[in-house]
């Protein structure tokens, strides 16, 4: 199957895209390399969109000057959230897996979570566009595609470890991925907040 039809199977039919990608033989370190790549690819992106999308608000931009968040917005930063934000994803289903009887390979589980991230990498790109006609086109186009990732990425768990309900994956997994999102990016902010700027955040 050529590339394009790849995508649009994606963004149509997530639930086929185990099938699709069944012949396709990735290995373990293959796989990490990819969460790098996408992790230091979209980081790059969401950085520039959000400083392009900050810098077009007189507000915003006096307020990023002067909080000490700031450093959030940096690339380095954002990769390294990046990379937590796949692991968590990765770490979740495998939890979740444990109550499945269907056993899956963490190879291919990882090449079709990945190219679900590649396809929402696409998504975003296209994003771009929408900043220079209206900011709020980019933050509806920008809630479109986290609703794709998640019931794509809840259709293609639910395929490989036969659950019955895409919703309740897609449900519990949401719940899981933000509770843990939630703790790890406060402590993370905290951590840089005491190492780069002296002081701690008050939560």
Do not use: C, H
Request: charged fraction near 15%.
């Amino acid at each position: 199957m050529k590339l394009k039809q790849l995508l649009t199977t994606s963004l149509r039919r997530p639930a086929e895209l185990p099938d699709i990608l069944s012949p396709v033989k990735l290995k373990l370190n293959t796989v990490f390399e990819g969460a790098i790549f996408i992790a230091a690819t979209t980081s790059l992106l969401n950085s520039s969109l959000d400083r392009l999308i900050f810098k077009s608000s007189e507000n915003a931009s006096k307020l990023l000057e002067n909080n000490s968040l700031s450093f959030i917005f940096d690339p380095l930063s954002m990769f390294a959230f990046e990379v937590i934000f796949i692991l968590t994803i990765f770490f979740s289903i495998l939890f979740f897996s444990n109550f499945s009887s269907q056993k899956v390979s963490i190879e291919e589980l990882g090449k079709n979570v990945l190219f679900l991230f590649l396809v929402a990498y696409i998504f975003k790109f296209t994003q771009v566009f929408f900043i220079f006609i209206s900011i709020d086109l980019y933050y509806i186009f920008r809630f479109v595609e986290m609703l794709w990732f998640i019931w794509a990425l809840s259709s293609v768990v639910s395929i490989l470890y036969k659950f019955r309900s895409v919703l309740l994956t897609a449900f519990f997994g949401t719940i899981t991925v933000s509770l843990l999102m939630g703790f790890i990016f406060v402590t993370f902010v905290s951590l840089m907040q005491f190492l780069f700027v002296g002081n701690t955040l008050n939560v």
